[in-house]
């Protein structure tokens, strides 16, 4: 009669290696619910329908960068909203005008009559105090006047509508060739700085 010892230890070596083809090894595993639980370019929302990623955050997307303007023409942004320089005026500083490097009354200075006209669906807050002029080939800062005819656009502007505000600088016709107005507006920072470049004639 045969022993029974050889047939049991081939069947136990059968059944390790069954074992071993069956189970992955750890790190197969971790790959395969990896895989499974992230979501692709559109996930699904657990009812077998794809969803769509959101859209990008309004807010987030950079202010488009638009050209300037010359002083005979709008400055137009994409949404609807538009400033104009309807006027150029020279005045002369009263005695209770005030300047950065207090001019003389007397004094020519350069008043722009500038406009924001809103064509965009939704109400929209101007707050115009501070604008910069620049002039000549180097740049320089001209003065910012506050005199009687000087009264900046500060306030909502409804759809379809517009409001004008007056602004003054302290530069010489000599040096009118070249100037350049930086008109910020904007405090929700929703729109770039309005910008208008070229010769001022009045």
């Not at 029974?4 to 619910?33: N, Q, R, Y």
């Not at 959101?54 to 300037?68: I, S, T």
């Not at 604008?131 to 800062?141: A, F, K, L, R, S």
């Not at 010489?172 to 929703?190: G, N, P």
């Amino acid at each position: 009669m045969k022993s029974p010892i050889p047939v049991l230890i081939a069947a136990l070596l059968l059944l390790t290696g069954c074992s071993e083809d069956a189970a992955p090894s750890p790190a197969v595993a971790t790959s395969a619910a990896a895989t499974s639980a992230a979501p692709g370019p559109n996930a699904s929302n657990g009812d077998g329908e794809t969803v769509d990623d959101p859209p990008p955050n309004e807010e987030d997307k950079p202010l488009e960068e638009l050209a300037p303007s010359t002083f005979e023409d709008p400055f137009v942004y994409p949404d609807g909203v538009k400033i104009d320089v309807v006027k150029i005026m020279t005045k002369r500083l009263t005695s209770s005008a005030h300047t950065d490097h207090d001019s003389k009354a007397g004094t020519p200075y350069v008043l722009l009559r500038i406009k924001v006209t809103n064509g965009t669906k939704k109400q929209i807050t101007v707050v115009g105090y501070q604008q910069v002029m620049t002039y000549g080939t180097n740049g320089e800062q001209a003065d910012a006047v506050q005199d009687e005819g000087v009264k900046a656009i500060d306030g909502k502007v409804l759809p379809g509508k517009s409001r004008t505000g007056t602004y003054g600088w302290v530069v010489a016709k000599k040096d009118r060739k070249h100037v350049q107005v930086e008109f910020d507006w904007d405090s929700d920072q929703k729109h770039e700085v309005a910008l208008f470049s070229g010769p001022l004639k009045d």
